[in-house]
């Protein structure tokens, strides 16, 4: 387990017409913590998220992503718990996918 500020994540958003935007600020819940963070895509479901206050996090622990309201937009399962500051690149996108492809086994 990690305390981070920013970690990569695979994301899905069962509702495509509550899909956040690059940019976004929405809630994160993992675990028993939560904070606010602003979403930066990084590619298909790839996406990175800023937080506002430290999340302790875990590669393959999920992850609840819910409108500043409260409610459920989406959910997904944390990549990379310590991510660099990045933007999307196709090296990202591969990096990611491997480590999707290692969770899902």
Do not use: Y
Request: aromatic fraction near 2%.
């Amino acid at each position: 387990m990690t305390a981070t500020r920013r970690l990569d994540a695979a994301l899905t958003f069962p509702d495509r017409q509550l899909e956040p935007a690059h940019g976004d600020t929405v809630g994160v819940r993992i675990g028993d913590g939560q904070a606010s963070a602003r979403l930066s895509r990084l590619g298909g479901r790839f996406w990175q998220l800023r937080l506002e206050s430290p999340l302790t996090a875990a590669v393959g622990q999920e992850v609840a992503i819910v409108s500043p309201a409260g409610g459920a937009l989406g959910s997904g399962l944390v990549l990379d718990p310590e991510a660099p500051r990045e933007g999307p690149t196709r090296d990202v996108i591969a990096r990611l996918t491997q480590l999707t492809r290692i969770l899902e086994r």
